[in-house]
C-alpha cells in the first residue's frame, strides 16, 4: 500500500515537474496561484514579523536589558524568595542564569516521553525564538536583610522603596527580594520566558506581583534617525535620557563604578528603581493642550522644550528664564532636571514602558507608566529627582501606586558564570566556576 | 469481603483502560492494583466519617446553635478535601456541596449558591443560623448521595494517580490566598486535609517509583514534610489558628511547597506509565 502510494505521488511529481512547455507552465501557474492565496491570507494566520531572530547577549561585565534600547515589550515580575542558605541562594543563581541564557539564545528544549508534562509551555512553538529578549534580575533590600550572611554586603545605597509625597502605594505592588525585568519585542515572548522561570523554580522563588506593558511602535524614519516613544499622556517620554551609546557616559551614570562607597562585588552593577504610576488619563485629556505642556515643560507634538527649538533634541537653556516665564519652574522637565554642572550628579537612565490594565471601580482606565530607571546611586538618581519633583502639577494627573527599589548585579562574564556569583564570593561562599 | 469486591472492581477498571505503555518506569499495571483498591478504602472511610461529622453539623444549624455549629465548620470539610479529587468526579454535587460565592452571578445572593461555604457565611458573616434548615437539609442529602455513589465506584487509577497532583493544583489556585473559607478563616484546616489527601496517594504508589527514581522520592517527601512542619507551627487544641494567623514567610513558604508539589506530582502518571 504504501509502496503504490509513494508510486503515485511519484508519478505526480513527474508531471508536476516534468520537461517539456507543458510541465512548466503548469508549475508556474500553480505556483502563482499559491502565492496569491498566500497574500490573502486566513484571519487566524499568525502576525508575521522579521524581528524573530534578533539576539542579545547576556555575558559581559553588565546585565543586558539596561543600556539595550527598549523593545515593544516590557514586563517586571517581583518574588518572594524562599533560599535562604549560601547552597539555595548559588541554585537559584545558577538556575536563572542557566534559564537566561536558552530563553535569550533561543533553541530547542528537550523531547520528554508524552506522559509526561512537556519541558516547555510551547506557546512560541517548538523552536523558541530569541525575539530580542532581555532578562534583567535585581535583587531588593529584603533579599539581604531576610539573609544574616548577606547582610553585610548589602549595596550601600540600597533601601526599601518609601513612599513619596504623591504616592498611594498598594502593599500587593511593592517591593519583593527579586525582580526580573523581562522586555522583547512581543509581550508573548515576555510570558513564555516568566512560565520558563516560574517552572523551573517553584521551590525557590513565589510570584508576588508583575507590571506587563508596551512601547508604542514606529515606522522607520527614511533619514535613519530615532525618535522618543510617547507615554499614555501622549508626550514623548525619554527625549533627555543620556546617550546609551556613551560608554564613558554610562561609567557616570548608570555603572556602580570601582571605587567608592560600594563594596567591590557591586562593580558593573547598578541601581534599579521601578514605579508603577497611574495615569488619569480622562481627565489629561479634558485638560487644554497649553496647559498640558505648561505642566510638562515641552510641546506635544514635537516634543521640543518652550521658546524656540523644533524637536525634542533641542536643549532648553533655563540660566536665560530664571522667572520660569518660558519654562514654569515647575514643569515636569524643569524639576525633573536643572540642567546645571551640579544637577549632572541627578542623571538617571530611563527605561519605561506604557501599561494598561482595566477598569477601575469608578469606570475609569486603569493605565498609566512602569516607570523603570538605572542608575550608579539611587540617592543621587532616582530618589533625589523624586523629591525634586514633589509637588509638581502633573501631580494631580498621576499616583505612583506600586514598584520598587532593586539592585542589578553586574553581568556573568562567560556561560561558565551566572548573576549573582560576585556577591556569594564576596559573602565568602566558596563558588565553583563550571564550563 | 468488602475489600475483595473493591478488587475486582478496580481490576475491571485497569482492565477496562487499554494497557498503558511505560513511559520510564517499568511498572507493571497490576502493581497498581493494591495501591488503588487501597485508596478505595480511604476514599470510602472519608465519605463514611463526611456523612457522620456533616449529621452533626448540621442538626446544630438545625437547632439553631451558633457557637457549636461554628466550632465544627472546619473539622466537618476535611473529609470532604481531604477526597476532593474523587468527591470531584460528580461536579453536580461538587457544585452544590463546595462551590464558593464567586461561583455564582449574585454571589452570596444567589439561589444556587448552597452548600458548606453558603451555611459558613451565615455563621460566621452573618453570625446567625437563620434561614439556614433548607440549606443544612440540602448538604446533608449530597453528602449522602456521594457516599453512596463513592460507593458504586470503580476508581479510574489515572485519577487517583493524578488526585495527587490535582490536590495541590486546588491550593496553588484558590487556597493558598485564603479565600475558599473567606468568612471562617478555617482556610488551614483545609490546607491540612488536601495536604494529607495527596500525601496518601503518593505513599500509595511510593514503593512502584522508588524502585526507578528514589531521588523524586525523597524530593517529594521532603517538601510534605515541610508543609507539615509548617502547618503544625499553626496547631491548636482542637483544631487549626486562623488564616490570618498566617505569617508572610510562612505563607511563601507553603506556596513554594504547593507549587513544587504540583510541578513533581504532575510527572507521578506518566512515572507509572499512566496516560
Known amino acids: 500500500m504504501t509502496t503504490n502510494d509513494n508510486k503515485l505521488v511519484t508519478t505526480r511529481r513527474n508531471v508536476l515537474f516534468g520537461v517539456g512547455a507543458a510541465g512548466s507552465a503548469l508549475t508556474t501557474g500553480l505556483t502563482t496561484a499559491r502565492a496569491a492565496e498566500k ?80 519541558a516547555d509551555s510551547g506557546l512560541l512553538g517548538p523552536v523558541i525564538p530569541p525575539d530580542n529578549l532581555t532578562i534583567t534580575v ?60 516560574l517552572k523551573n523554580l517553584p521551590d525557590l522563588m513565589v510570584l508576588r506581583w508583575k507590571q506587563e506593558g508596551s512601547v508604542p511602535v514606529l515606522p522607520p524614519k527614511p533619514d535613519g534617525t530615532h525618535e522618543s516613544a510617547r507615554n499614555f499622556l501622549g508626550f514623548r517620554d525619554g527625549s533627555a535620557n543620556p546617550d546609551a551609546n556613551n560608554a564613558a557616559l554610562m561609567d557616570k551614570i548608570v555603572w556602580v563604578p570601582e571605587n567608592g562607597a560600594e563594596p567591590a562585588w557591586t562593580r558593573g552593577g547598578s541601581y534599579q528603581a521601578v514605579r508603577i504610576i497611574r495615569n488619569f488619563v480622562e481627565r489629561w485629556d479634558r485638560t487644554p493642550l497649553g496647559e498640558q505642556e505648561r505642566i510638562i515643560g515641552r510641546k506635544k507634538a514635537t516634543g521640543a522644550p518652550h521658546g524656540g527649538g523644533s524637536t525634542e533634541h533641542d536643549v532648553p537653556d533655563y540660566s536665560k528664564d530664571p522667572e520660569g516665564t518660558i519654562t514654569p ?22 527605561r519605561p514602558f506604557n501599561y494598561s490594565n482595566g477598569v477601575s471601580k469608578s469606570g475609569q482606565l486603569e493605565q498609566g507608566l512602569l516607570f523603570i530607571c538605572y542608575q550608579a546611586d539611587l540617592e543621587k538618581g532616582f530618589i533625589t529627582v523624586q523629591r525634586q519633583l514633589d509637588g509638581e502639577p502633573l501631580e494631580e494627573y498621576i499616583k505612583p501606586i506600586g514598584g520598587g527599589f532593586f539592585f542589578t548585579p553586574p553581568g556573568p562574564q562567560d556561560e561558565s558564570d551566572f548573576v549573582g556569583r560576585t556577591l556569594l564570593e564576596a559573602a565568602g561562599h566558596d563558588v565553583v566556576r563550571k564550563s | 469481603m468488602k475489600l475483595k469486591l473493591v478488587l475486582s472492581a478496580s481490576l475491571l477498571a485497569l482492565a477496562a483502560a487499554a494497557l498503558p505503555r511505560m513511559a520510564n518506569a517499568e511498572v507493571a499495571p497490576l502493581d497498581l492494583v493494591q495501591p488503588i483498591a487501597d485508596y478505595k478504602i480511604y476514599v470510602s472511610e472519608h465519605a463514611e466519617k463526611l456523612v457522620a461529622d456533616t449529621k452533626v453539623f448540621t442538626d446544630a444549624v438545625k437547632a439553631g446553635d451558633v457557637d457549636k455549629a461554628k466550632s465544627l465548620f472546619g473539622s466537618t470539610r476535611m473529609s470532604y478535601e481531604a477526597i476532593e479529587p474523587i468527591a470531584e468526579l460528580f461536579s453536580d454535587l461538587d457544585g452544590s456541596i463546595d462551590s464558593r460565592a464567586d461561583d455564582h452571578e449574585k454571589a452570596e445572593k444567589d439561589p444556587e449558591f448552597t452548600g458548606f461555604h453558603r451555611i459558613e457565611y451565615g455563621l460566621f458573616s452573618e453570625n446567625s443560623t437563620k434561614d439556614l434548615g433548607p440549606f443544612a437539609d440540602k448538604l446533608m442529602a449530597d453528602v449522602t448521595e456521594l457516599n453512596k455513589r463513592i460507593t458504586d465506584l470503580t476508581l479510574p487509577p489515572e485519577k487517583v494517580v493524578g488526585g495527587a497532583a490535582v490536590l495541590m493544583e486546588e491550593v496553588a489556585a484558590t487556597k493558598i490566598s485564603g479565600e475558599e473559607d473567606r468568612y471562617s478563616h478555617t482556610d488551614l484546616w483545609d490546607f491540612k486535609a488536601n495536604f494529607d489527601g495527596s500525601r496518601k496517594i503518593f505513599d500509595l504508589v511510593r514503593p512502584l517509583v522508588e524502585k526507578e527514581d528514589s531521588a523524586f522520592v525523597t524530593k517529594v517527601s521532603g517538601n510534605f514534610d515541610k508543609v507539615d512542619t509548617t502547618l503544625a507551627k499553626y496547631k491548636t487544641a482542637d483544631g487549626y489558628e486562623l488564616y490570618d494567623k498566617l505569617t508572610e514567610d510562612d505563607r511563601a513558604v507553603l506556596a513554594a511547597a504547593v507549587n513544587t508539589l504540583a510541578e513533581d506530582l504532575s510527572t507521578l502518571r506518566g512515572k507509572l506509565g499512566l496516560n
Request: overall charge neutral.
Open chain 1, 138 to 197: 535585581s535583587l531588593g533590600s529584603s533579599f539581604f536583610d531576610d539573609r544574616y550572611w548577606l547582610a553585610p554586603h548589602k549595596p550601600a545605597r540600597l533601601s526599601r522603596m518609601k513612599a513619596f509625597r504623591n504616592d498611594a502605594l498598594d502593599a500587593d505592588l511593592c517591593h519583593g527580594d527579586l525582580a526580573l525585568q523581562i522586555s522583547s519585542n512581543t509581550p508573548d515572548t515576555n510570558i513564555h520566558a516568566l512560565r520558563d522561570v
Open chain 1, 39 to 118: 497574500q490573502g491570507g486566513q484571519v487566524t494566520d499568525a502576525p508575521v514579523s522579521d524581528k524573530t531572530q534578533e539576539r542579545q547577549s547576556f555575558y559581559g561585565l553588565h546585565q543586558a536589558g539596561i543600556v539595550t534600547p527598549r523593545p515593544a515589550a516590557g514586563m517586571i515580575a517581583s518574588f518572594h524568595v524562599l533560599a535562604k542558605t549560601p547552597a539555595d541562594v548559588e541554585r537559584l543563581f545558577r538556575t536563572l542564569s542557566s534559564r537566561i541564557a536558552f530563553l535569550m539564545q533561543g533553541g530547542t528544549p528537550p523531547e520528554l516521553d508524552d506522559k509526561l508534562p512537556p
Open chain 1, 329 to 350: 519652574l515647575d514643569a515636569h522637565i524643569r524639576l525633573a532636571n536643572f540642567r546645571t554642572q551640579a544637577s549632572e550628579a541627578n542623571l538617571i537612565l530611563r
